[in-house]
């Protein structure tokens, strides 16, 4: 699987080098995105704008990371989705799942939005 990681302070940046995310690709990404989770992230975007296809095989993958990440008070942002997996997610309502954005720089926005909730959510806790 080819993909790129950028690692930045307040979340990962995980390109997905790939135009099919299916049942040969998706054990790994779940390695992957398990491992950088792991190793303390909280946040991850996940930049598909090179997958063309995706399978429910791939889709679960994708669960698996939006899980682990938001168990941690984390988010886990989907970014620049082509239209058939677009279409995919919209048909199977994980739309309403994932945060989903149109590019890179408003998935940045959501990271930064979601750590001022959580802040805010931990002042009105104490």
């Not at 699987?1 to 390109?15: I, N, R, S």
């Not at 996940?46 to 296809?53: C, E, R, S, T």
């Not at 309502?93 to 990271?111: G, I, Q, S, T, W």
Request: net charge negative; proline share 1%; no cysteine.
């Amino acid at each position: 699987m080819k993909y790129a990681v950028d690692k930045k302070e307040q979340f990962v940046l995980f390109t997905l080098l790939e135009e099919k995310l299916d049942s040969t690709l998706s054990p790994q990404l779940k390695s992957e995105l398990l491992t950088v989770h792991a190793e303390g992230y909280k946040n991850l975007i996940l930049d598909m704008a090179q997958v063309k296809y995706a399978d429910s095989s791939g889709l679960s993958a994708l669960l698996v990371g939006n899980r682990a990440f938001g168990e941690v008070g984390g988010v886990f942002v989907l970014s620049s989705l082509q239209e058939h997996v677009l279409k995919l997610m919209r048909i199977s309502m994980l739309d309403k799942v994932f945060k989903v954005v149109d590019d890179n720089e408003a998935a940045a926005e959501a990271v930064f939005i979601h750590e001022i909730e959580q802040g805010a959510e931990k002042d009105e806790e104490e």
